[in-house]
């Protein structure tokens, strides 16, 4: 008995010794991580995570999907300059297995550069870098210098011919560009104490992770200013003023780019359109299988309390000061027609709606309704119809009042009912165009490409963003600043390549649990996209 109490006793304290040293093992890349990101400018949007390791840059070798996103020069740039550099045995002990981080940056110049930034393991002697002047055998020139107090080096690959500019932040932690601006604003910018600028994930999750997607959308914006020429393309928009950070986990597959996790709402941060839909449940979409085949891209909504969005949206109008306006209107409809129709838009809304922009850049609107016929005798009383189906409604901003942000784009739309949905258009040739569609079923649910897209997606969401990147290319054309179009046209990027994409918002526990999507095309022989 004495010798089993024993062996007891040792087994549990060989127990907890385990269990202690592993938690403190899960816990310091976590922490390490926190470190790390920290010292990124607080200007990036994006930041991919991932381990510096041979089997990530062996399984994403020759990938299209990871050389059209990052840039294929500039992935085979960073690939030369990481064999060159960290091939050095000093520096290769230490920085292989560690977590790299690419960001995204815009500069004054209307370029977008990338910044890595990197940490050495433990016991990593900053004297190493000092010895990288010497290192001439290996192509490379190293010139030491200081930008604002830290110790910097100029790298001249003899390979790529360019300079690469490399900068100790703090001990143990570098960061590196081809961009000397950008190498200048990382050496000069302070983190702020207490302010988080991206979501950390879980130890044990990054641990477990191949790469990780980290999302400030509050710097999607400025992102998207240099990206585009036109400063007001609805592109995204929703999405850029949502008050969130996201942490998302890669999911590899051969022909797809899957990353889900969390986008959490700041706190104390001003409402946004898309907040409403946090305190809602998810719901199976149905409202995308009644999109035109011509879809470039698109925003669906869906609510599975539509009262309770219809008094979360009234209540942020009022915050946002919109009342006074919405009263005005709303009353001059009473007035003029007898009508409440607010009440009545209400009682007939169903839980899903959707503006689609085509690649002719016609916008639709499309509403699902309760009950379609019991709602037209409303419509027709506060339009000017020009057949039995077909009005413009005498009203300006009704959609947006009634629905919110997304509907901004129909000031003074015409509408059709057909079945039980409300559809607009800013025009009666758009909406004659998409009655054509549904009367004879050329909807993009009709097309194999799109199917197959569409199985790698969310079932339920509550916000889902798509784009068809070759029914967009026009709009991209004319919205994109030509050095970003021209890069997305040729074929050696590899953005052609792609299909589609999807950014899906799902509500859990008032933020949103979030799916992001982007697939190579296949060729399609069974069915072709209708026009």
Not at 486 to 498: D, L, Q
Request: one cysteine or more; glycine letters at 4%; hydrophobic letters at 40%.
């Amino acid at each position: 008995m004495r010798r089993l109490i024993i062996t007891t006793i040792i087994l549990l304290i060989a127990a907890a010794a385990i269990t202690v040293v592993y938690f403190k093992n899960l816990n310091t890349p976590g922490l390490h991580n926190g470190e790390t990101m920290r010292t990124i400018p607080d200007n990036a949007a994006l930041v991919l995570e991932f381990n510096n390791e041979d089997s990530f840059y062996d399984i994403f070798n020759g990938n299209k999907l990871f050389a059209a996103v990052i840039g294929q020069k500039q992935l085979a740039d960073l690939d030369t300059l990481r064999n060159q550099l960290l091939s050095n045995p000093p520096l290769q002990k230490h920085f292989t297995g560690q977590n790299t981080f690419i960001s995204l940056h815009p500069l004054k110049d209307n370029t977008i550069e990338l910044l890595i930034t990197i940490a050495a393991s433990k016991g990593f002697n900053p004297a190493d870098m000092d010895k990288l002047p010497k290192q001439l055998n290996k192509g490379l020139l190293v010139t030491p210098d200081t930008i604002d107090g830290k110790k910097t080096y100029t790298i001249y690959s003899g390979i790529l011919k360019k300079r690469f500019y490399l900068i100790n932040k703090e001990e143990g932690i570098y960061t590196g560009s081809f961009s000397k601006e950008l190498i200048e604003q990382s050496a000069h910018y302070i983190p702020q104490k207490n302010k988080q600028h991206f979501l950390m994930l879980p130890a044990q999750q990054n641990t477990n992770s191949l790469a990780n997607l980290y999302i400030n959308y509050n710097c999607l914006n400025p992102l998207f200013e240099v990206l585009f020429k036109n400063k007001n393309t609805d592109i995204f928009k929703n999405f850029r003023l949502l008050p969130a950070l996201a942490a998302l986990n890669i999911n590899f597959k051969s022909d797809a780019l899957l990353f889900t996790g969390f986008s959490n709402i700041q706190p104390n941060q001003p409402s946004t359109y898309l907040n409403l839909f946090a305190g809602q449940q998810p719901v199976t979409n149905h409202l995308k299988d009644i999109f035109p085949s011509t879809t470039a891209y698109s925003i669906s909504f869906a609510v599975s309390d539509p009262k309770k969005f219809k008094s979360d949206l009234s209540d942020w109008q009022i915050k946002a000061k919109m009342q006074h306006e919405k009263d005005s209107i709303f009353t001059k409809v009473k007035a003029e027609t007898g009508i409440n129709l607010i009440t009545e838009f209400n009682q007939v809304l169903n839980n899903e709606f959707a503006v689609v922009t085509t690649r002719y850049m016609e916008k639709i609107a499309i509403i699902s309704l309760k009950d379609g016929s019991a709602f037209k005798p409303v419509m027709k009383y506060i339009s000017n119809m020009s057949n039995d189906d077909m009005g413009q409604l005498n009203y300006n901003k009704l959609p947006f009042f009634l629905l919110g942000d997304a509907f901004s784009a129909f000031n003074h739309p015409w509408f059709i009912i057909i079945d039980n949905y409300l559809i607009l258009a800013n025009s009666e040739l758009e909406l004659k165009s998409y009655n054509d569609t549904y009367i004879n079923h050329k909807f993009q649910s009709k097309i194999q490409q799109y199917n197959q897209f569409d199985k790698l997606i969310a079932e339920r969401s509550n916000v889902a963003w798509y784009i068809n990147f070759k029914n967009a290319q026009s709009i991209l054309k004319q919205d994109l600043n030509d050095a970003f179009y021209v890069n997305f046209e040729r074929n050696e990027t590899g953005w052609k390549s792609f299909y589609a994409a999807s950014y899906q918002l799902i509500a859990s526990d008032k933020n949103f649990y979030t799916s992001f999507c982007m697939n190579l095309t296949k060729p399609d022989t069974r069915n072709k996209q209708q026009n």
